[in-house]
């Protein structure tokens, strides 16, 4: 597998399936399918390695790319094999040939994993030659878009969506979720240390004025009872002073009288 590197612009959309037939002069594109329409005309990388200039649509870029650097072959019949990679600024051709010189690729962005793109290939390809290797001999320019269409479009659906069809982009979507529920159960944490806090002040703030009232309580309580301990002595001593007032003339009379 061969790499020819860009830059670093990239993402990881799938735009195009593609087939070509190799022959001595290049590569004649028998099917297509434009998963990404709005890319089907291609309006930068001015200058790119894999478009050769401005405005080639894939299936024109793919052949040139291919044309200039044909895959390998397999020695075995009926399996796609010779896989190469070619880059350009923004997109990267993805492509592998059997045998007989049937060509399956696939056009992605910089980021689209090159392993899920080959298996890809390979998937598509154990479906598109039994159906159409025949005709993929002779078959005009472009001639099999038509009849090919629903299958290639399965296999861009299919193969659109990372997340369902390898493995590592999975586990990284698990891991991205599994950071955010961590960073949302961290701050829920915190919030709730925070509330926690707070209401330990309250009640910290509570205990004291409890305290201070009970000191209160004690203290006008003792009051209270030193109150009445006064007036209890001041009525005991208007009692017996009125008690004498009373007893000492009757005393005194009896003492007379004898």
């Known amino acids: 597998m061969s790499y020819a590197k860009g830059s670093d612009m990239s993402d990881n959309q799938l735009r195009a399936v593609l ?6 002069s290049g590569a004649t594109v028998l099917a297509k399918y434009d998963h990404a329409s709005q890319y089907e005309t291609h309006g930068g990388a001015e200058g790119s390695s894999l478009y050769g200039g401005r405005d080639k649509n894939y299936a024109d870029a793919g052949a040139l790319v291919i ?43 910089l980021s689209y ?7 890809m290939l390979t998937e598509l390809y154990k479906e598109f030659k039994p159906k159409f290797g025949g005709a993929a001999k002779t078959a005009a320019t472009n001639t099999l878009s ?14 659109s969506d990372l997340n369902k069809v390898d493995k590592a982009a999975a586990l990284n979507a698990k891991v991205d979720e599994v950071k955010s529920q961590m960073g949302d159960n ?38 209270m009872k030193c109150k009445n301990l006064k007036m209890t002595l001041i009525l005991a001593g208007l009692v017996i002073g009125i008690l004498l007032v009373i007893l000492i003339p009757l005393i005194k009379r009896a003492k007379s009288s004898d």
């Open 67 to 109: 044309g200039n650097d044909p895959p390998g072959k397999p020695s075995e019949g009926n399996t796609l094999g010779g896989f190469k990679v070619v880059q350009s600024d923004v997109h990267q051709i993805i492509y592998g040939a059997d045998i007989d010189g049937i060509c399956m690729a696939v056009i992605t962005g």
């Open 113 to 119: 994993p090159s392993r899920v793109g080959i298996a």
């Open 146 to 159: 038509k009849k090919s269409k629903d299958m290639l479009k399965k296999s861009a659906d299919k193969y």
């Open 186 to 223: 961290i701050a829920g944490i915190l919030k709730n240390t925070e509330k926690a806090e707070t209401i330990q002040a309250k009640s910290e703030q509570l205990n004291e004025q409890a305290a201070v009232f009970k000191k209160r309580s004690t203290d006008l309580k003792k009051q």
């Open 19 to 24: 087939v070509y037939r190799l022959e001595s």
